[in-house]
């Protein structure tokens, strides 16, 4: 057992060096920025300022999210998908499948859940010991089941799950600004310093020169680094809103999740707008910032369910789609009243001389109003 946790404890240890790495890249940024090249390079004041104020706002912004996705823990299962403590000792001494399958289908039956295995069974974390919640999967770096796990990042350090997946696609958002800026700004020092001015002093360079100074370098390695940021992060931005506009995650997305009507890798979108608001919410004030405001709990999620669930109780994601519109009962109504006036008129023609022979020989004249907001029928019968 001690070799175990000696073993475990590197292990944690060593996942902290991507962010370490990170934080170093970072704080070296700052000061070549703000000191390096807004302080002793930059000669205009007014430059100076604004660049200093429009880099501050990004930087604490980016920071901010940062933190946020590294120190959010993962939200994990409540107790109520857990085994109780009989069935679970049973589930522990029963050694079919089969057997343990019945066990876990007892269990889960007040449980809200609509997806499984591809073989059709409930799914269950033996190392955790719960039962799986929808989009919930085991991570194996953090050693826990994740709600709404989309991938373990290893330059955070952590899961990023329905607890802090909003903070990371800020994060993705705000360094990727970071990165631009920084390589939009100091693009013409950038330039400026390939065309040094080889005289010792400041005064007989040209204006359009810089001379070579400590900053050379700093400036020159600033924007290679900003550059390949830049690059990195914008495809993996780009990937991320892609999966929020189709309220997927990276997991879904290379394995669609199964209903037990199939799989349905759409089986979680609701729509364009409503597939952002689960992730950033419904007031749009807060979306910019890195605060949660996720929709949910993360144990249930709204599905698109295309097929009826016999095994499940039914689920309308929109109640009033089966209701009829109100033209639709107009018209239905506006027709079963025509057909009462044409049985009237023709009541009203008959002779008055033959009203016993009808009431002898003719039939009855049933007329059906049929309402689908009713589930009934109403017949009148004319005479």
């Avoid at 060593?14 to 070549?32: D, E, M, T």
Wanted: proline letters at 5%.
């Amino acid at each position: 057992m001690a070799p175990t946790h000696v073993l475990r404890c590197c292990q944690r240890g060593l996942a902290w060096i991507p962010v370490i790495f990170i934080a170093l890249v970072v704080c070296w940024s700052y000061y070549a920025y703000v000191v390096e090249l807004c302080i002793y390079t930059i000669p205009c004041i007014a430059e100076k300022i604004i660049y200093l104020v429009l880099f501050h706002l990004g930087f604490i912004m980016f920071v901010w999210s940062y933190w946020k996705t590294i120190f959010t823990r993962p939200a994990r299962p409540s107790k109520q998908f857990c085994l109780p403590k009989a069935e679970k000792e049973q589930y522990m001494r029963e050694e079919r499948p089969e057997s343990q399958q019945e066990i876990l289908w007892r269990a889960a039956t007040n449980l809200p859940l609509y997806t499984h295995t591809g073989a059709g069974a409930i799914r269950y974390c033996d190392r955790c010991q719960v039962i799986k919640p929808d989009r919930c999967h085991h991570c194996s770096a953090c050693d826990m089941c994740v709600l709404k796990m989309d991938h373990h990042c290893p330059w955070v350090n952590n899961c990023v799950g329905f607890s802090n997946y909003k903070f990371f696609i800020l994060f993705l958002c705000y360094s990727l600004l970071y990165c631009l800026f920084i390589a939009t700004t100091v693009l013409q020092y950038f330039i400026k310093f390939w065309t040094l001015c080889r005289r010792k002093s400041v005064e007989h360079c040209p204006k359009n020169e810089l001379p070579e100074t400590r900053a050379k370098f700093h400036v020159l390695f600033l924007f290679f680094v900003a550059a390949m940021f830049c690059i990195s992060i914008l495809s993996l931005f780009s990937y991320h809103l892609w999966l929020v506009g189709k309220n997927r995650s990276t997991i879904e997305a290379f394995r669609a999740p199964v209903f037990r009507t199939g799989s349905d890798k759409n089986g979680f979108s609701l729509g364009f707008r409503k597939n952002i608001a689960q992730v950033f919410g419904d007031q749009k004030r807060f979306w910019l910032l890195p605060i949660f405001t996720s929709q949910g709990d993360g144990l249930t999620f709204p599905a698109r369910l295309v097929n009826t669930d016999p095994e499940q109780p039914t689920v309308s994601l929109h109640p009033e789609a089966n209701k009829p519109t109100e033209d639709e009962q107009a018209s239905a109504f506006s027709e079963s009243n025509n057909h009462v006036q044409i049985n009237e008129n023709l009541a009203n023609d008959e002779p008055k001389h033959l009203e016993n022979d009808t009431l002898s020989s003719a039939g009855t004249i049933t007329i059906t109003m049929e309402s689908e907001s009713l589930r009934g029928e109403e017949t009148s019968h004319l005479i």
